[in-house]
């Protein structure tokens, strides 16, 4: 079964400066993977997400994520966080070959902004 | 376009009762989902429709919860009897995957607060 591993439980970055949330999934082959935001009190909004091809895909409000497959890895980035940036992010992944199965989630990451 | 809603937003019960909570999902989107989401982690399935079929159910806790989704659209999650230990935000997402399409992006509504005491 596969399993995602947010490191960081929580990030404090100052406003404008550049971040890195990291994410690393465990899976026999390459999955498919997503960065959703939670806002606190919302929903699950989809950021960005990878199927196949080019391995940095550019997701909304600005951020975006590369995959590693030789470290198992997804991590978003962004090159400039606003006050509006703060936020729970999520890694999730799934399984090629069962197309609408659940995605598998990792705990997340608490984003903090300072000014 | 309209998103995939959810009622009620927030809801307090007493241990014992029963609650029930709707989803409707984006127009078009076979295939819904629920997931329950505990404080201070990722959601996590608990059962997964196409159109009206329940294809992965192996998460619900079947001696308490239930779910229908009657004519592939709209479906309830219902809790009975619900215990302290359900308090948790239920999530429902939908998406245009399933058996015979490519994978799809799930989206997802906002959730049902759920605090039982």
């Known amino acids: 079964a596969q399993s995602v591993t947010q490191p960081d439980i929580h990030i404090t970055v100052s406003e404008g400066a550049s971040l890195e949330l990291r994410c690393n999934y465990s899976?026999?082959?390459?999955?498919?993977l997503f960065w959703y935001v939670q806002s606190p009190g919302q929903g699950l909004q989809l950021l960005l997400k990878?199927?196949?091809?080019?391995?940095l895909v550019q997701g909304i409000k600005g951020f975006e994520a590369e995959f590693k497959r030789s470290q198992s890895s997804f991590n978003l980035r962004k090159p400039s966080v606003h006050w509006s940036d703060a936020a729970e992010y999520f890694c999730?992944?799934?399984?090629?070959?069962?197309?609408?199965?659940?995605?598998?989630f990792g705990k997340g990451t608490h984003l903090i902004i300072q000014p | 376009e309209a998103g995939v809603v959810q009622s009620p937003r927030y809801k307090i019960i007493e241990k014992k009762q029963p609650v029930a909570f709707w989803c409707n999902p984006i127009?078009?989107?076979?295939?819904l989902y629920w997931y329950l989401q505990n404080l201070g982690q990722g959601p996590e399935l608990l059962i997964r429709?196409?159109?009206?079929?329940?294809?992965?159910d192996s998460q619900l806790p079947k001696d308490r919860f239930s779910a229908e989704r009657l004519k592939g659209v709209d479906s309830t999650l219902k809790i009975q009897p619900a215990e302290l230990g359900d308090s948790a935000v239920y999530l429902c997402?939908?998406?245009?995957?399933?058996?015979?399409?490519?994978?799809?992006?799930?989206?997802f509504g906002p959730g049902t607060r759920l605090l039982v005491l």
């Open positions: 997402a939908s998406s245009l995957a399933g058996r015979e399409a490519s994978w799809s992006a799930q989206y």
């Open positions: 899976y026999g082959a390459t999955p498919y």
């Open positions: 990878y199927f196949s091809g080019d391995t």
């Open positions: 999730a992944v799934g399984a090629p070959g069962g197309g609408a199965d659940g995605l598998t």
């Open positions: 127009s078009g989107h076979n295939t």
């Open positions: 429709y196409e159109n009206e079929e329940a294809v992965d």
